[in-house]
């Protein structure tokens, strides 16, 4: 109990931290995200659904104090259908929760911050990094703490399942500790409290150094650093098992190449040093993380049920339609944690009906409409950086907006409702396209009138050589 009020009060003075500082709160709550984990796991396991809540106070005062400065008044970029289109989907998640159909109010209000708490990073990340080299400088470090995360990764993986180190955020049987199959090899979470938050951090953590390697065409000079993360996180999503990240890293790649290599100056030697760059780690990969690539391959190879997970997120919605009826059965419905908020009773509406996949479980929340407007933002969102991707002026900006527009792209038919961890860096990278757009603009304004010139990367990403 005095833990608990202890966090509490914790919390109390974080927000009012955060309101003072609310850049600094922006990033050190995108660090806690990592580490959230580690900390409901092993260090204050009685109290993880306090903990759960950190971040977000952090990200509330950063909220309050936005609002209170003057960088509010940033002009934003020009987009008139996606402000549209999201504000009247919040309007329809505001009437949701009064939604007559769910069992308390309390369910319909953590739905509606499932669904929205983290949309104001749109806006808020924008103001948050002054210039290129700010942006640079926060990217430059926060994808180095891949490193330890997956060294982490790796002490699991060699560990038995009843190992301290290989639990979850809730207290789990060792023998409900996801294996490879009849492997004696866990699938490993790192600082994450589950496999998906984990498997959607290195996702992400793989989209920002493609960023950064972009910026500076994959040069190796003055990219050590970044290339041994890079191999770090491939590591890490071999040992979680999760075959996901590597198909749809395959799947948009092409878009990649064309966007971030074809159409940019020296693509030739680009090229060249990326297929090095990929191949020298694959061999790393092969000899160093031997163990891992095998158990990898072997459940990769198993292709019971995959077919199937690929199309679900498509299909499910349309199963679902028939159960949801015009209205659904209101937001936060279908949410993990709405059980807790009944008192651990089951919605009798829902039952044997609930889908795994986030799009059906939209549908059946939100109803046929209200699962128009939210995945219409989704599309709106990619169609936006697309479109940014393809006409900003300096290179640094062109790769913000190339590398979210890969992410964006994935999440279309993935979770970014349920799944926290994807949810927060969705709306973190939204903000860092809208900030391209706003530097961009700045850069063209402040360049020399040469024309022809390619402004150059921000000196914390650019290698020589």
Same mark, same amino acid.
């Given at each position: 109990?005095?833990?608990?009020?202890?966090?509490?009060?914790?919390?109390?003075?974080?927000? =009012?931290?955060?309101?003072?500082?609310?850049?600094?709160?922006?990033?050190?709550?995108?660090?806690?995200?990592?580490?959230?984990?580690?900390?409901?796991?092993?260090?204050?396991?009685?109290?993880?659904?306090?903990?759960?809540?950190?971040?977000?106070?952090?990200?509330?005062?950063?909220?309050?104090?936005?609002?209170?400065?003057?960088?509010?008044?940033?002009?934003?970029?020009?987009?008139?259908?996606?402000?549209?289109?999201?504000?009247?989907?919040?309007?329809?998640?505001?009437?949701?929760?009064?939604?007559?159909?769910?069992?308390?109010?309390?369910?319909?209000?953590?739905?509606?911050?499932?669904?929205?708490?983290?949309?104001?990073?749109?806006?808020?990340?924008?103001?948050?990094?002054?210039?290129?080299?700010?942006?640079?400088?926060?990217?430059?470090?926060?994808?180095?703490?891949?490193?330890?995360?997956?060294?982490?990764?790796?002490?699991?993986?060699?560990?038995? !399942?009843?190992?301290?180190?290989?639990?979850?955020?809730?207290?789990?049987?060792?023998?409900?500790?996801?294996?490879?199959?009849?492997?004696?090899?866990?699938?490993?979470?790192?600082?994450?409290?589950?496999?998906? =938050?984990?498997?959607?951090?290195?996702?992400?953590?793989?989209?920002?150094?493609?960023?950064?390697?972009?910026?500076?065409?994959?040069?190796?000079?003055?990219?050590?650093?970044?290339?041994?993360?890079?191999?770090?996180?491939?590591?890490?999503?071999?040992?979680?098992?999760?075959?996901?990240?590597?198909?749809?890293?395959?799947?948009?790649?092409?878009?990649?190449?064309?966007?971030?290599?074809?159409?940019?100056?020296?693509?030739?030697?680009?090229?060249?040093?990326?297929?090095?760059?990929?191949?020298?780690?694959?061999?790393?990969?092969?000899?160093?993380?031997?163990? !891992?690539?095998?158990?990898?391959?072997?459940?990769?190879?198993?292709?019971?049920?995959?077919?199937?997970?690929?199309?679900?997120?498509?299909?499910?919605?349309?199963?679902?339609?028939?159960?949801?009826?015009?209205?659904?059965?209101?937001?936060?419905?279908?949410?993990?944690?709405?059980?807790?908020?009944?008192?651990?009773?089951?919605?009798?509406?829902?039952?044997?009906?609930?889908?795994?996949?986030?799009?059906?479980?939209?549908?059946?929340?939100?109803?046929?409409?209200?699962?128009?407007?939210?995945?219409?933002?989704?599309?709106?969102?990619?169609?936006?950086?697309?479109?940014?991707?393809?006409?900003?002026?300096?290179?640094?900006?062109?790769?913000?907006?190339?590398?979210?527009?890969?992410?964006?792209?994935?999440?279309?038919?993935?979770?970014?409702?349920?799944?926290?961890?994807?949810?927060?860096?969705?709306?973190?990278?939204?903000?860092?396209?809208?900030?391209?757009?706003?530097?961009?603009?700045?850069?063209?304004? !402040?360049?020399?009138?040469?024309?022809?010139?390619?402004?150059?990367?921000?000196?914390?990403?650019?290698?020589?050589?």
């Amino acid at each position: 109990m005095i833990t608990r009020i202890l966090l509490l009060a914790l919390g109390c003075a974080a927000v =009012g931290w955060s309101i003072r500082q609310w850049r600094l709160a922006i990033q050190a709550a995108m660090v806690l995200l990592i580490l959230e984990g580690a900390i409901r796991k092993w260090l204050l396991p009685g109290s993880q659904d306090l903990v759960y809540f950190a971040k977000d106070a952090l990200f509330l005062g950063a909220y309050i104090g936005f609002l209170r400065s003057r960088s509010r008044r940033l002009p934003l970029p020009r987009a008139p259908i996606l402000y549209g289109t999201l504000g009247f989907a919040i309007i329809l998640g505001l009437f949701q929760v009064l939604n007559p159909t769910l069992p308390n109010l309390l369910v319909g209000v953590l739905g509606f911050k499932s669904y929205f708490f983290y949309v104001p990073l749109l806006f808020v990340v924008p103001a948050v990094f002054r210039d290129d080299a700010d942006l640079a400088r926060f990217l430059q470090r926060y994808v180095l703490i891949v490193i330890p995360v997956v060294l982490l990764s790796v002490a699991q993986f060699f560990s038995p !399942a009843g190992s301290v180190l290989n639990t979850y955020a809730q207290p789990t049987d060792s023998e409900l500790i996801s294996t490879f199959g009849s492997s004696k090899f866990v699938r490993t979470t790192g600082t994450f409290s589950y496999i998906s =938050g984990y498997t959607s951090y290195l996702l992400v953590t793989t989209i920002l150094l493609l960023m950064i390697l972009t910026t500076t065409r994959w040069r190796f000079r003055g990219n050590l650093l970044v290339f041994g993360a890079l191999g770090m996180v491939l590591l890490g999503i071999m040992m979680s098992g999760s075959r996901g990240p590597i198909f749809l890293l395959a799947v948009v790649f092409p878009l990649y190449w064309w966007l971030a290599v074809v159409r940019e100056k020296q693509s030739g030697q680009t090229f060249v040093r990326l297929l090095v760059g990929l191949g020298l780690l694959a061999a790393g990969l092969s000899s160093a993380g031997d163990q !891992a690539v095998t158990a990898f391959s072997q459940r990769a190879a198993s292709t019971e049920g995959m077919g199937s997970r690929l199309f679900f997120p498509f299909v499910s919605p349309v199963h679902m339609l028939p159960y949801a009826g015009p209205f659904g059965f209101g937001i936060g419905a279908t949410h993990q944690a709405a059980k807790t908020l009944t008192g651990g009773v089951e919605n009798p509406l829902l039952v044997n009906i609930t889908p795994e996949a986030e799009s059906g479980r939209v549908m059946l929340e939100l109803g046929p409409v209200g699962f128009f407007f939210a995945y219409f933002v989704r599309f709106a969102i990619a169609a936006f950086a697309f479109r940014q991707a393809l006409r900003l002026r300096t290179l640094f900006h062109r790769a913000v907006a190339t590398s979210a527009l890969l992410f964006f792209l994935v999440q279309i038919p993935g979770g970014i409702v349920f799944d926290v961890t994807a949810g927060v860096y969705y709306w973190f990278l939204a903000g860092l396209v809208f900030l391209a757009v706003r530097l961009d603009r700045q850069a063209v304004l !402040a360049r020399a009138p040469r024309p022809a010139a390619t402004p150059a990367a921000p000196a914390a990403l650019r290698g020589s050589g």
